[in-house]
């Protein structure tokens, strides 16, 4: 069975995005978010490329330097993020705006479509990241424990 999902790239420039949101003020190190976030260093390196190229992250180098967001996590938007990484947003070919469908005149699906992906515009465009980073989950008792320990070690 194969599934229609969000491509890892989109997923992983998210988790990097909102790891940067949870620290609007500091920066974060590559490999903190790797590590953080589960994403492979590689292709973390990628995806905060194309989010510098769009103006989304900066880097700040020399000691302490790493990541953060290059504007308010109120001001991005997911739409935002999965466009630096994947370009444009569209559900079907037929609602891109370039392309015409020969049977776009009497497709009864096109309605569909069309809604689908204003709708899904809708909810890209509307989620910011400070809206996904002010609703952390709690961590569980035993996540906070060993990373208080991890904490303790590492200072």
């Given at each position: 069975m194969?599934?229609?999902?969000?491509?890892?790239k989109?997923?992983?420039?998210?988790?990097?995005?909102?790891?940067?949101?949870?620290?609007?003020?500091?920066?974060a190190?590559?490999?903190?978010?790797?590590?953080?976030?589960?994403?492979?260093?590689?292709?973390?390196?990628?995806?905060?490329?194309?989010?510098?190229?769009r103006?989304?992250?900066?880097?700040?180098?020399?000691?302490?330097?790493?990541?953060?967001?290059?504007?308010?996590?109120?001001?991005?938007?997911?739409?935002?993020?999965?466009?630096?990484?994947?370009?444009?947003?569209?559900?079907?070919?037929?609602?891109?705006?370039?392309?015409?469908?020969?049977?776009?005149?009497?497709?009864?699906?096109?309605?569909?479509?069309?809604e689908?992906?204003?709708?899904?515009?809708?909810?890209?465009?509307?989620?910011?990241?400070?809206?996904?980073?002010?609703?952390?989950?709690?961590?569980?008792?035993?996540?906070?424990?060993?990373?208080?320990?991890?904490?303790a070690?590492?200072?």
């Open positions: 194969s599934l229609m999902q969000i491509p890892r989109i997923e992983y420039a998210l988790r990097a995005m909102i790891h940067l949101a949870d620290h609007p003020e500091g920066v190190r590559g490999a903190e978010i790797a590590q953080r976030e589960q994403i492979p260093k590689y292709y973390l390196e990628k995806v905060i490329r194309d989010l510098m190229h103006g989304l992250v900066r880097a700040r180098r020399g000691p302490g330097g790493g990541y953060q967001l290059a504007r308010a996590p109120g001001t991005i938007s997911f739409k935002d993020v999965i466009e630096a990484v994947e370009g444009p947003i569209t559900l079907n070919v037929c609602v891109d705006g370039s392309a015409s469908c020969a049977l776009q005149p009497t497709c009864r699906m096109f309605r569909v479509w069309e689908g992906q204003r709708v899904l515009l809708e909810v890209f465009s509307q989620t910011t990241l400070q809206e996904i980073a002010s609703s952390r989950p709690a961590l569980p008792r035993a996540r906070i424990a060993v990373e208080k320990e991890g904490a070690v590492k200072a």
